[in-house]
């Protein structure tokens, strides 16, 4: 039976604790710690069953090493009580193998941390019995940025009020707002916290986000909860993590004071277990006596409606003519037919409804992350993660939309080759191919005997060699001309034998190709431009409109709400360059003409 412990502690100098000294502890090997030119040995390597460091997109590779990672947050991290790294111990089930379990760690890891800009080592024991298996994940407690830099733990941010509006700066003699030497107004900046795990919600998203990644590959019946006990509304009492030390003491015949507590709630609750199966045992007998008299009343409804439809149609056979019949017959078809289309129009409004909630969801998180940025990092951001996060969700589209409309795609490219084809044999009947140079007539006719090229051109026997040439030319002309005609249809070929391979790539590779030769290199409109439009229009509604898209389209929201807001900071800015470039110069001018240095 699988069973949720996730549990999140600081490493902390104060305590006397080094991130150096638990990646030693958790991955079983030595590690020197080049700050305090120590080498830390700790941990059972027997117990260790795989490591592995996982990055953020923006971290330098050197930190694939983790021994290189944690010196380097132990370096950065200068103050005797830095808490330098996070630590995450989680419980495996025993469903999972160890492959499984080290996807589900991954995996966990990649949703939840990298995706946070936090570098990451986990490994994987398990005890000699293989009764006990769980992971530890050691997490470098800075973010990294996207320069492979580290973050900061605390930001100046503006003080807001309640309204969500920045507080004035004032002066105390005056009252008024104070001015800086631009009359830009100033607000008052407050110091914030901005790393996210050192916030209670990012805790209570972790420990939902390892019990969600865990019951996505777990049957219904071995699922784990990560909330307690009185949030689910059972009525247990929960037990303590006991480890490796507590089962160890009882190994030795010694009392573990963990152990001997959770033995004496699991007695209780296998009384609570007993007292709740007693109620739920009256509780069913209570429901099979109500089944049983709604049963019968049931019953006794259908006998009576059965009575009154017969006589209801005892009268309708004396009274109603087959025409009034027919057109109670197509009104009920109205009917059925208008109760299906507002069936339809209430799913794809659920519909609509639930990709609403998950796009404020996700503008929600974006704006979160992106709001406190200036415009110069809002720039930033675009120009890297924004533009890789749209790329990615437009391929994705793309390959979407090709899949599911393969069969009209392979319509049009086989009308495609087909045209090709009309067109080659249609120039051959306005083209036809000229004959080879007729070869020089025997000695005893070449007196009286002449030739006559394809133009009509007649020659002498003794302008044999002008004859040959000619003709010669005339069907190099032919050849190259036909060799220019018959090209096209070895790419239509190629391209529909892509689309009966369903060779997705292949078919985006060959538009892109020919949308950007159409309008780059030929300066005409390309071949497949209206398949082209059409694709692009298709894989557009799929970003708007499917849920797996959801992250994309709120980030372009938040982008283009945050760009808009923040143009006049970024146009006063760049003003107040220019002025400041401006100021430069006359000065510099100035100092010249007061050398002499300078002449006009």
Known sequence: MSIYHLNMSNVSRAAGSSSCATLSYISGVAIHEERTNTTYSYGRAERVMCVGTLLPSSAPAAYQNPETLFNAIEDFET??????????????????????QRAVVEDYIKRNLNERGYAATYAIHHDKDGN?????????????????????????????????????????????QKVDS??????????????????????????????????????????????????????????QHEGYAARAIAERGQVSEIIERNQQIREANRQLELIAA??????????????????????????QQQEAADVLKRIEQIFITPEQ????????????????????????AAAEAERRREDAAYEQYWSGRLKDLDWRE??????????????????????????????????????????????????????????????????YKRFFYTYQNSEGTTYKDKDYHIYKSAQEAIRSRWDCDFEKVQKPITRAEQELQYCKERNITKIIETLEDDYRDGHMYYNSKPRHG????????????????????????AMIKVVNALAHDKAEDRRRDLAAEREQQQRQQEQQRTRQQGRGGYQR
């Open 79 to 100: 103050a005797e009580n830095a808490r330098t790294a996070k630590k995450i111990e989680i419980a495996l089930p025993r469903e999972f193998d160890l492959a499984t």
């Open 132 to 176: 006990n298996p769980h992971a530890h994940i050691l997490v470098a407690n800075r973010q990294i940025n996207q320069k492979g830099e580290w973050g900061g733990k605390r930001k100046m941010i503006y003080e807001t009020d309640a309204d969500g509006n920045r507080v004035p700066l004032l002066d105390k003699k005056t009252g008024q």
């Open 182 to 239: 631009h009359g830009r107004k100033q607000w008052k900046r407050i110091n914030a916290e901005v790393n996210p795990l050192d916030e209670k919600k990012t805790l209570k998203d972790l420990r939902k986000a390892w019990a969600d990644i865990c019951n996505e590959r777990l049957e219904a019946a071995d699922r784990i909860d990560h909330r307690s006990y009185a949030d689910q509304g059972v009525d247990k009492i929960p037990t």
């Open 278 to 303: 007693a109620r739920q045992t009256c509780y069913a007998n209570l429901v099979i006596l109500n089944r049983e008299q709604q049963a019968e009343q049931k019953k006794e409804e259908e006998r």
């Open 325 to 348: 019949r027919q057109t109670e017959a197509a009104r009920a078809a109205a009917r059925a037919a208008e109760e299906k289309r507002l069936q339809e129009q209430r799913r794809q």
């Open 378 to 443: 809002l720039e930033a951001f675009c120009k890297g993660e924004y533009q890789q996060r749209r790329r990615a969700a437009n391929n994705e589209a793309w390959q979407m939309y090709v899949r599911q409309n393969i069969g009209q795609i392979t319509d049009y490219f086989t009308q495609q080759r087909d045209q090709v084809r009309a067109d080659i044999a249609d120039w051959k009947r306005k083209n036809p191919e000229p004959p080879q140079p007729e070869p020089r007539a025997p000695l």
């Open 530 to 553: 209206k398949l082209y439009d059409m694709i692009a229009a298709g894989a557009q509604k799929l970003i708007d409109t499917l849920k797996d898209f959801a992250p994309v389209r």
